[in-house]
């Protein structure tokens, strides 16, 4: 651009010399042929034969005498006193040498830089001069150079501009894209751990996508490209169908949901069952286009095939046995019986009736008539029946039920014709001998009244010890099951949320379904405290707590605790205060007695409303250390007080969220304490705040197993 502004520059004064020749070569024809000529000397007689473009862009036109005395000018001024070769500045040539000179570059008297022509006239005139300054010449193309410059500084703003918003945006999508791969790998781990994948399912193409979490499930290696419909088929169970039936069977239907179950064979070469759910999305200008998510089902399967197998094996088993039998669950529904029982009602053998009603299965059967029926009293105030009943065939039937642990009830039914007849010739034996032997058989029924209750009280036993035997286990198994069967969807449940929550693969459109994940996932974590506190207390309970004592800070146990729970006193704006303390050591286990300080802390921020005011403190005395957490919630009822720290107690105060909690977090940390051979206190009154003070002693009286355990004995607890 520079290069081309000196060349126009040049260009410029080229052409304003050019036309400067011209114009007085013009000027001087003019003034020789017309009426100025004859009239020397008259400026305004000028102005009028000259056309006024002579003097555009500031020229000048002068006229002098033949002694060089200048005698007219244009544009019209005062005349100078002064010859045409003085107002021309000295050392120039123009007048001397007139027309052979051409248009020359000179510098003004005052300094100007100038272009200038001299033309001779016809006397009595001498010549005509026409001047343009310089900085008349160049005043177009310096305002083309301006405009040009500032053209220029504007496209260099204007691409430096772009240039940067550039770098930003692509900064950014490598923010983005680098925070989508951190997603996906968290979604993989995550689907991993859940046993299940994602895969994608090109129709038109016949291309398949997996996840890295399903080739993981199926233990495959990873591939980088799209399977095809052969590859997929070869793994599938020859039985279960393949992909080309299924997509014709698809796009026939023309349904939107796919649920299918399957059978793959993994990389060990083993079966694997598969529950797979997509949806079909139809929007894609490429074709149909399924998106879903696969469950590796086969602990499923194989447990339903054991607990067919047991089913069948307790079938046999039942229809094996001489006495008829037939359960019922708690709604009157039949739950199993075996052909005996069938055939004493008179119904069909080969006819299913589990699942039918007591009313159903009566309404069907052709009941015996029963003659004579005789209770037989096992226990006083019992829901139990026993009793035997004559039909009118003649036979004779004991009949035993039972009620079941869910409401249920089992019934026995034994045919005892043949001891009833017995009975009857033993009885006319004993009729026969009744003068005889009433005394001996008055002795004989008061022992076997007496055997007999010693029978039902021994049964009763068994059966009490039975039945809290059954529970203990009940309990054990229930609680053991609680952490997979419990935590293993919350934990699913509160990781989906979270992904909804922060519309990782897209909005979900109302803001209200934003809200409702955040309340599905607070819920979940909710639920997952309330289960952990729940397994802790039982475990605290089953007294299998192990304490691993050392020495340490009591100080840092309390930071650290205050650190935790740090966000919910932010949240609520709570004023949180540690006073100042030297340092104490205490011997205990440090994690449970930070444990305690969590749980204690967390109820008292959880019960202090906004910008209230939670502290903790320590008092080391000679016998004890005494920690104080204090807030300054609504306070307790005195009449709370002795019911607190026992597991489920709860006040009947709401909280904001409306989540109550376990109740067991007291009876947790009262536990704990106590293991450390230690106590716990509370002292409140309504509007006054709460304090709770765990003194644990200055030489601990140790509960459990003591600092020669080792620690992996500690861990484990």
Known sequence: AGIVSIQQRADTIADAMSDIEIVALAVASEINVSAAARVPGHSHVLEKELPGRVVARGRQVAISDKDGRIIGMLPVRQLPEQDLASLLGPGQILTTF??????????????????????????????????????????????QTWRLAIMIGFAVVLMGGIATAYLWQAGRARDAANQCDRIGQRMDSALSHGKCGLWEWDIARGRLHFSQSMYDMLGLPVRQEALSIGDVNALLHPQDGDLNAMAAMLLANQLDVVDHLFRIRNAAGDWMWIHARAELDSTRTSGPYLMGIALDITEQKLLEEQTRTADARLAAAIDTISEAFVLWDCENRLVVCNSKFLNFLSLPVE????????????????????????????????????????????????????????????????DITTLKRHEEKLMDSERRLIGTIAD?????????????????????????????????????????????????????????????????????????????????????????????DVLEMSTLEAGKVDLFHTQFDLGDAIRASVKKIEASVLEKQIKLTVEPHALVSVCADRVAIEKVLVKLLRNAAKFTPEQGRVGIRIEDTSTAVNIYVEDSGPGIDADYLDRLGKPFEQINSPLQNGLKGSGLGLAIARSITELHGGKLHISSSIGMGTTVCISLPARPKISGNTDSQKEAGHKAA
């Not at 300094?111 to 310089?134: D, F, T, Y």
């Not at 009490?464 to 229930?478: D, G, I, P, V, Y």
């Open 98 to 143: 007139g027309e052979k000179a051409g248009a020359m570059r000179l510098t003004l008297p005052d300094g100007r830089e100038a272009i200038a022509a001299v033309r001779n006239l016809r006397e009595p005139l001498g010549q005509v001069a026409v001047v343009q300054p310089m900085d008349a010449v160049l005043a177009e193309w310096s305002g």
């Open 351 to 414: 006819a299913d009736y589990k699942g039918m009603h007591y009313d159903s299965v009566m309404d069907r059967a052709v009941l015996p008539q029963v003659e004579t029926e005789v209770a037989v009293k096992d226990r006083p105030n019992s829901k139990d029946r026993n009793y035997t009943a004559q039909l009118s065939d003649g036979r004779w039937l004991q009949i035993n039920e039972r009620r079941t642990a869910d409401g249920g009830y089992v019934s026995v039914g034994t």
């Open 440 to 532: 001996l058989r008055r002795s004989r029924q008061t022992l076997e009244v007496q055997a007999r209750q010693l029978a039902e009280l021994a049964e009763l036993y068994l059966e009490q010890k039975a039945e809290a035997e059954l529970a203990s286990q009940a309990k054990s198994a229930f609680l053991g099951n609680m952490s997979h069967e419990l935590r293993t969807p919350l934990n699913a449940i509160i990781g989906f949320s979270e992904v909804m929550e922060r519309q990782t693969f897209g909005a979900l459109g109302s803001e209200k379904y934003v809200d409702y994940t955040t309340h599905i996932r607070e819920c979940g974590e909710h639920l997952l405290g309330i289960i952990g």
